[in-house]
């Protein structure tokens, strides 16, 4: 018999929470799943476009593998993928079970974490209920500044749905420093790890000192605009929950990557970035600061 190891995912920045079911438990929940069907034509999925914030539980079965399941496949609310199919459940009966208030406390994430996972997940659930969505328009902006030491915004580089994309964060992404760093399931760089200088809490300061020691210069002044040498980030924070970073792009719009998801030049509104001041960040309400980063100077881990 299998036992489950369900990671949720949310966080962007550090290490996701993860919750280990015994065997006893792991039966009862995969129980949960036994009534499956495939996704009808029409019937919303889960939202390819990656947010910031909730986006589901990655279970993994540790042990002997039961027939109609994949080792590893991600739930959120009744819908089940991993697979070659997407598959429906009955209810979000395994989401509950597995996010149960005892199990979600013992993680030792603070009080205010299980108050804002119920509300992710309902706002998931929301934006799962818009999908499809229609392409967003906008205006073309006039770009007269463009950042020519910026990198250029490769999503396919980033996305290719193995190493590169599950084991770099948004700070391997902000910081163009590609590292692999497997800790958990997403894993990803943590400021200040390289120098010895980890952040000691998750404010903007303690975080934004960590990413000092890891070579980049913090230009609180930058207001948006290119730096004449190396290219402009953006700090933001989930106050007591988790960092973020935004990085700014050749043409002067802005991308990020959300955890382990790919990497994505949206915000949680579906618009294109023009500025992380004023981008829907979901969870991520405090805007700390702009920082550079100079290519060759910066050490992450």
Same mark, same amino acid.
């Given at each position: 018999?299998?036992?489950?190891?369900?990671?949720?995912?949310?966080?962007?920045?550090?290490?996701?929470?993860?919750?280990?079911?015994?065997a006893k438990d792991s039966r009862e929940?995969?129980?949960?799943?036994?009534?499956?069907? $495939?996704?009808?034509?029409?019937?919303?999925?889960?939202? #390819?476009?990656?947010?910031?914030?909730?986006?589901? *539980?990655?279970?993994?079965?540790?042990?002997?593998?039961?027939?109609?399941?994949?080792?590893?496949?991600?739930?959120?609310?009744?819908?089940?993928?991993?697979?070659?199919? #997407?598959?429906?459940?009955?209810?979000?009966?395994?989401?509950?079970?597995?996010?149960?208030?005892?199990?979600?406390?013992?993680?030792? *994430?603070?009080?205010?974490?299980?108050? *804002?996972?119920?509300?992710?997940?309902?706002?998931?659930?929301?934006?799962?209920?818009?999908?499809?969505?229609?392409?967003? $328009?906008?205006?073309? #902006?006039? !770009?007269?500044?463009?950042?020519?030491?910026? #990198?250029?915004?490769e999503p396919a580089w980033w996305n290719?749905?193995? %190493?590169? %994309?599950?084991?770099?964060?948004?700070?391997?992404?902000?910081?163009?420093?590609?590292?692999?760093?497997?800790?958990?399931?997403?894993?990803?760089?943590?400021?200040?790890?390289?120098?010895?200088?980890?952040?000691?809490?998750?404010?903007?300061?303690?975080?934004?000192?960590?990413?000092?020691?890891?070579?980049?210069?913090?230009?609180?002044?930058?207001?948006?605009?290119?730096?004449?040498?190396?290219?402009?980030?953006?700090? &933001?924070?989930?106050?007591?929950?988790?960092?973020?970073?935004?990085?700014?792009?050749?043409?002067?719009?802005?991308?990020?990557?959300?955890?382990?998801?790919?990497?994505?030049?949206?915000?949680?509104?579906?618009?294109?970035? *023009?500025?992380?001041?004023?981008?829907?960040?979901?969870?991520?309400?405090?805007?700390?600061?702009? !920082?550079?980063?100079?290519?060759?100077? &910066?050490?992450?881990?």
């Amino acid at each position: 018999m299998s036992t489950l190891r369900i990671t949720i995912d949310i966080f962007s920045g550090r290490p996701n929470p993860v919750i280990e079911l015994s065997a006893k438990d792991s039966r009862e929940a995969l129980g949960l799943l036994a009534s499956m069907r $495939r996704i009808e034509k029409g019937e919303p999925g889960l939202p #390819p476009v990656p947010t910031l914030g909730y986006r589901g *539980l990655i279970v993994e079965q540790l042990g002997v593998i039961p027939r109609g399941l994949p080792r590893t496949f991600r739930v959120a609310h009744d819908t089940v993928v991993g697979g070659r199919t #997407p598959l429906v459940a009955d209810d979000d009966a395994f989401e509950q079970f597995a996010l149960s208030g005892a199990r979600v406390r013992q993680l030792g *994430l603070g009080r205010e974490f299980p108050k *804002l996972l119920r509300r992710e997940i309902a706002r998931f659930r929301r934006v799962r209920k818009l999908w499809p969505w229609r392409p967003p $328009r906008h205006k073309r #902006p006039i !770009m007269r500044l463009r950042c020519r030491c910026a #990198p250029l915004y490769e999503p396919a580089w980033w996305n290719d749905g193995g %190493q590169k %994309q599950l084991r770099n964060n948004c700070y391997n992404y902000g910081s163009n420093y590609r590292t692999d760093t497997f800790r958990q399931i997403p894993g990803g760089s943590q400021p200040g790890a390289a120098a010895g200088a980890m952040y000691t809490s998750l404010t903007g300061p303690a975080v934004r000192a960590a990413a000092i020691a890891d070579g980049l210069i913090d230009s609180p002044y930058a207001n948006n605009t290119c730096p004449r040498e190396g290219h402009l980030v953006a700090l &933001v924070i989930a106050p007591g929950i988790d960092f973020h970073w935004f990085r700014k792009g050749r043409t002067g719009s802005w991308s990020h990557k959300p955890g382990s998801t790919p990497v994505t030049n949206l915000d949680n509104g579906s618009q294109a970035i *023009l500025d992380p001041r004023t981008a829907d960040r979901g969870m991520y309400t405090q805007f700390t600061t702009f !920082m550079v980063v100079m290519h060759g100077h &910066v050490k992450i881990k």
